[in-house]
C-alpha cells in the first residue's frame, strides 16, 4: 500500500498549511465558529453527507460502496483560554486563546485523511463517520453523543489520535486497557468571616482553613487508596482576599481528582466520600462553612484490544518497522473516553517531543508547539487503520 504514503506526502504541504491556519486562528470550547466553516466547507468540498451538531461539531459521513460496518474517527477542534509566547510566525492572533494541546494538529490530520479516504469509497465496505469535535477540554463529547453522533447509522467502533510532547517523534504510545485517567474537576467555597488582622479573635478566617485543606486532601492518595492505584487529587487555583491587613470572608478553591481504577464507579463513589468528608472535618473544627460542587467531566479512556491491534498493524505499515511502540497510560483527562466507553474504541498517541525543534514543552504550556514532520504519521494511520477495519 505504498500509494497511500505517497498520497500523503502530496498533501502534506496542505496539512501543514491547514494546521497553521487553525493554530493562528484558535477558539474555545462551543465558540469554533471559524473552525467549524473551514472544516464544514472542506468536507462539502469533498462530496460527503455534513451535518452540524452539538453547537460548533461537525460530522462528515462516507459510505462506500458496499454495505458493512461504520467507523467513527474523531478529532477535536478546541483551543485553551492562554496567552502564547512561542513567538512562531503563525503564532495565535487570538488574545488570550492559543491551541496548547494539539488540536489544531488532529484536525488538520482528520481533514487530509477524509480527502484521501474519499478516493478509494468504491472500495470501502461500510461508512466512515468523520467526528470533529468541539469543546473536548470540557466535555463535549456527551453533548454529541446526546445528539446521537453514534446513531444513524449506528457507530461499530471508533479511533481517535492525540500528538503528545512527553514521547519522542517517531515513538507511537498504544496501550490495551485503561490509558487515561477518569476526572473529576470540583470547585470549593470556604465561608468564613471578614475582619481586621490587628483583631483576628473578631472574625473567622477561611484562608486558615482552606490552606489546611490543601495540606490535607492530599493524605487521602497516600494514606486512604491503594498505593498501587493511580490517583493525583491537585489545588489549581486559590483565591481569596483583598488587602493585606483584611482577614477575607470566603476563600475559593478550584483543582482535579484524577484515577484509574478498575471498579470505576464504586471506587469513585468511596473516593468522592473520603473526599468531602475531610473537607467537612476540617470546616466544622475551623467554625467555617463550605460549599463543594464538582464540574461534569470524563470517565477512563478505554482502549479496546482487539480495535488497538488494527492500530498496531497500521502503525507499523506506516512506519515501516514494530520497534516504535510505547507502553503508555496518563493520568490527564480526554473526553473520547465517553466514546470508548460506548463503542470498541482505541486512542493513540504519535510522539511529538523533539528538543532540536523545541516541541517537548508540556501540554497547556505557553511555549507549546508540534513537530510538524509527524503529522503525516497521523493522516497514514488513519487511512490504513480505517481501511484495515472496514474490509477486514
Not at 73 to 94: C, F, H, V, W
Request: hydrophobic share 40%; glycine share 10%.
Amino acid at each position: 500500500m505504498d500509494y497511500i504514503k505517497e498520497e500523503v506526502l502530496e498533501l502534506e504541504e496542505e496539512l501543514i498549511n491547514l494546521r497553521r491556519d487553525f493554530h493562528m486562528h484558535p477558539e474555545l470550547g462551543f465558540q469554533e465558529y471559524r473552525t467549524s466553516g473551514i472544516v464544514f466547507d472542506y468536507l462539502s468540498k469533498l462530496g460527503l453527507e455534513v451535518e452540524k451538531i452539538a453547537k460548533t461539531g461537525v460530522v462528515g459521513l462516507l459510505r462506500g460502496k458496499e454495505p458493512g460496518k461504520t467507523l467513527m474517527l474523531r478529532a477535536d477542534m478546541d483551543a485553551l483560554p492562554q496567552t502564547e509566547k512561542t513567538g512562531l510566525p503563525y503564532a495565535s492572533i487570538n488574545e488570550g486563546i492559543m491551541h496548547a494541546c494539539g488540536h489544531d494538529g488532529h484536525t488538520a490530520m482528520l481533514l487530509v485523511a477524509a480527502k484521501i479516504l474519499c478516493k478509494y469509497k468504491d472500495n470501502i465496505q461500510g461508512q466512515i463517520k468523520f467526528v470533529f469535535q468541539p469543546n473536548e477540554e470540557e466535555a463535549g463529547a456527551l453533548d454529541m453523543i446526546n445528539e446521537g453522533v453514534l446513531k444513524n447509522p449506528k457507530v461499530d467502533a471508533a479511533f481517535a489520535i492525540h500528538l503528545w510532547t512527553p514521547l519522542k517523534s517517531g515513538e507511537v504510545g498504544l496501550t490495551e486497557g485503561p490509558i487515561m485517567a477518569a476526572l473529576e474537576e470540583f470547585e470549593l467555597i470556604i465561608n468564613g468571616k471578614g475582619g481586621h488582622t490587628g483583631s483576628p479573635h473578631t472574625a473567622i478566617d477561611p484562608i486558615l482553613a482552606a490552606t489546611n485543606i490543601v495540606q490535607s486532601l492530599q493524605s487521602i492518595q497516600t494514606r486512604e487508596i491503594d498505593p498501587l492505584l493511580p490517583i493525583a487529587i491537585m489545588v489549581g487555583k486559590i483565591r481569596g482576599g483583598s488587602a493585606r491587613n483584611v482577614i477575607a470572608d470566603a476563600v475559593q478553591i478550584g483543582g482535579t481528582i484524577r484515577f484509574l481504577f478498575k471498579n470505576e464507579e464504586r471506587e469513585k463513589k468511596v473516593l468522592l466520600e473520603r473526599f468531602e468528608r475531610l473537607i467537612k472535618g476540617i470546616c466544622e473544627g475551623m467554625n467555617v462553612g463550605y460549599e463543594l460542587k464538582y464540574i461534569p467531566s470524563n470517565p477512563s479512556l478505554l482502549n479496546n484490544g482487539k480495535m488497538t491491534n488494527y492500530i498496531k498493524k497500521a502503525a507499523i505499515e506506516t512506519f515501516g518497522r514494530d520497534d516504535i511502540f510505547v507502553d503508555y497510560r496518563s493520568m490527564a483527562g480526554e473526553d473520547f473516553a465517553e466514546f470508548s466507553q460506548r463503542v470498541p474504541s482505541t486512542l493513540y498517541f504519535i510522539g511529538n517531543g523533539n528538543e532540536e525543534k523545541g516541541t517537548t514543552y508540556p501540554h497547556h504550556h505557553p511555549m507549546f508547539n508540534l513537530d510538524e514532520d509527524t503529522l503525516k504519521y497521523g493522516v497514514e494511520i488513519h487511512v490504513r487503520s480505517a481501511l484495515g477495519f472496514l474490509n477486514d
